[in-house]
C-alpha cells in the first residue's frame, strides 16, 4: 500500500513531535520564571530538585560549602528535602509553564504554583516551600 506523500510526510512529523517531548526536560518552570523544578530518575531514585534565581536566602552557608549556597532545592519520593551546596542549575527555558493555581505531579512528587511561590512534597508530604522572600524545608 503506497500512502500519499502529505500523509507520509504528517506522519513523520507527529513521531518527530512525540520523540522530541520525550526527550525534553521533565519539569516546569513558574510564570515568572524565577523558579524552575526538574524531575529526575536515576537507578529508580525519583528526585526533584527546584532552583530559585531571586531569593533573599538567610540559611547560613555551610562551612563545607565552597560553591553556591541557599537557592537550590532537592528531595527523594521518599525522605526529608534538602538545600544544596550546588555548581549547577535545573533553570531551563524549554520547561513548560505551571500556571498558577496548578498542579504538577511525577514520581510520587505533586507541585503547586501560586503566585506566592512554589510548594512541592513527596509521598511522606515532605518537601519546601519557594518564594523571593522565603524558603522553607518541611
Not at 523544578?37 to 534565581?53: E, G, S, V, W
Amino acid at each position: 500500500m503506497r500512502l500519499p506523500l502529505n500523509v507520509l510526510g504528517l506522519s513523520l512529523l507527529l513521531l518527530a513531535g512525540s520523540a522530541h517531548a520525550q526527550s525534553g526536560p521533565a519539569g516546569f518552570q513558574s510564570p515568572s520564571k524565577n523558579i524552575a523544578c526538574a524531575y529526575f530518575d536515576y537507578d529508580k531514585q525519583n528526585t526533584l530538585r527546584c532552583d530559585i534565581m531571586e531569593a533573599t536566602v538567610t540559611a547560613r552557608r555551610p562551612a563545607d560549602c565552597d560553591l553556591e549556597w541557599g537557592k537550590a532545592f532537592e528531595m527523594r519520593s521518599k525522605g526529608d528535602a534538602v538545600r544544596l551546596c550546588y555548581g549547577d542549575t535545573v533553570m531551563d527555558s524549554k520547561m513548560p509553564v505551571l500556571a498558577y493555581g496548578e498542579v504538577w505531579q511525577r514520581g510520587g512528587f505533586t507541585c503547586t504554583s501560586e503566585q506566592s511561590g512554589v510548594t512541592c512534597f513527596n509521598a511522606e508530604r515532605r518537601g519546601f516551600s519557594l518564594s523571593r522572600a522565603k524558603q522553607d524545608l518541611f
